[in-house]
């Protein structure tokens, strides 16, 4: 009884003393001016930013860079007295080439898995996104469930979310290496259904795009997007720190608004 | 798609094209003479150097180009923190045009290699009763008879470097192969067409059809000792 008593007490003295290391050590980083990502960027005077072409989020328009993402990492860089630079990058390759320098961030309409936030320092959630199935249109109706949609085959794209939706629902699927690979699968019968972000599905399948005849129907889960900083970097925090101001003085609902995305916009408080 | 979205597209194209274009000359400019180097370094009589170069030849003709386009443009950054080409188009273009200058060099080298190997001996023999010192002989007797016996394995190597070049798409190089497919996915207001990434293979042919007309004139030129 004692000895538990003893060991009780011995744990709360290590936890103090673990504490008043933390904050110490907390200090010392402050004391240490800006942290040496945050350094490096300003040296440069340039903020990268890993993009890929993907509408609404970044795309091209007169041969500049614009979107919801493109122009909220505008008015971050402008914010930080940086310039921005925008770098078209293999998405396969992200991480390298934040790692590599060639990029300072990824900031791309990023859903916030596991892997991402382990491996680097990453924003607040700014958006919400979703996985869902596509179908032909005839069909639509009789896959409004996920229990009705677990006879289909599936197409999704190797490594993506659709994939990990896909596993955690116990559908047969087939990875292909791409989302749009997938639509094409369903709209060649080579599968009966694809698994792509919601965001995507409303810019490639429906009226008005070359697939017509497909539309999607249920959202399997709900993620949500990020901007993801080199790993420790405290640009991110940087950028938790924007965020609330843009939300507060109305810039990111302004934005979202020219986008049409401010239905799937997370509000930042 | 309609009349603007394919001038959309063409444009695209034609912007990639143009870095393909870029990418296959740099490279032969670069790799035509280093390859005569490294091939002189393998026939060096000093061993060690020679052997070096057989290791090395091992190394770059044996291992996918692909992977060392990735090694060269992430390595230095990734293994010592060095930054060498920057992450703009010019640096990884820069990054492309090293890997394939020095992997077409060592290709090249061991074509050179067999032309040499072609001459018959009795001319080196000649040459030196004659006086020749041996790198004389080289430059003199040799090379252009070299030359006019690898000028077909040459051009098939040309030919594919021409296709190779979309390997580099793997560092984001801007490419042909890059400016189609980034219709696939959705650019421009034009999603999901599998059109664009096919008309790259025009492009492909027309300039290959040219290559061939003129590299067949230039066999025919060449042969002018029979």
Known sequence: ?269 | MTPEQWSIVFNALNVGFLQTLRLFFVTLIGAIPLGLLIMLARRSSFRPLSWLTQGLTWIIRGSPLMIQLLILYYGPGLAFDWHPWGGGEAGRFSAAATAFIINYAFYFAEIYRGGIASIPAGQEEAGLVLGMTRTQIFFKVKLLQMVKAILPPMSNEVITLVKDTSLSRIIALQEIIWAGQKFLKGSSGISASILPLLCTVVYYLIFNGLLTILLTRLEKQLSYFR
Do not use: H
Not at chain 1, 59 to 82: P, Q, R, T, V
Not at chain 1, 152 to 163: C, D, H, M, R, T
């Open chain 1, 1 to 269: 009884m004692l000895r538990k008593v003893e060991m009780i007490m011995m744990k709360k003295w290590m936890c103090l003393i673990l504490t008043a290391v933390l904050a110490l050590s907390a200090v010392g980083t402050f004391a240490a001016e800006v942290d040496a990502d945050v350094a490096y960027v300003q040296e440069k005077g340039v903020l990268v930013v890993g993009i890929t072409d993907f509408a609404p989020m970044d795309y091209l328009d007169n041969g500049e860079w614009i979107g919801f993402d493109a122009d909220m990492a505008k008015a971050f860089a402008a914010s930080l007295g940086l310039k921005v630079e925008f770098i078209e990058i293999d998405w396969d390759n992200k991480l390298l080439e934040l790692d590599n320098k060639s990029i300072d961030c990824i900031w791309n309409g990023m859903t916030l898995t596991e892997e991402i936030m382990g491996a680097t320092s990453c924003s607040k959630p700014y958006a919400n996104n979703a996985q869902v199935i596509v179908v032909p249109k005839d069909v639509a109706d009789q896959y409004q469930t996920a229990e009705a949609a677990a006879e289909l085959q599936f197409a999704v794209e190797a490594g993506s979310a659709g994939q990990s939706q896909a596993e955690a629902y116990g559908f047969s699927f087939t990875p292909v290496s791409a989302q749009t690979d997938a639509v094409m699968e369903v709209k060649a019968g080579s599968s009966d259904a694809a698994i792509i972000d919601a965001l995507m599905a409303a810019a490639v399948v429906g009226e008005g795009t070359s697939y017509p005849d497909l539309t999607y129907t249920i959202g399997l889960n709900s993620e949500e997007y990020g901007v993801a900083f080199r790993q420790g970097s405290e640009l991110a925090e940087l950028l938790n720190a924007f965020f609330v101001t843009a939300w507060q003085d109305g810039t990111m609902q302004a934005i979202a608004e020219t986008y049409g995305v401010s239905a799937a916009v997370i509000a930042q408080e």
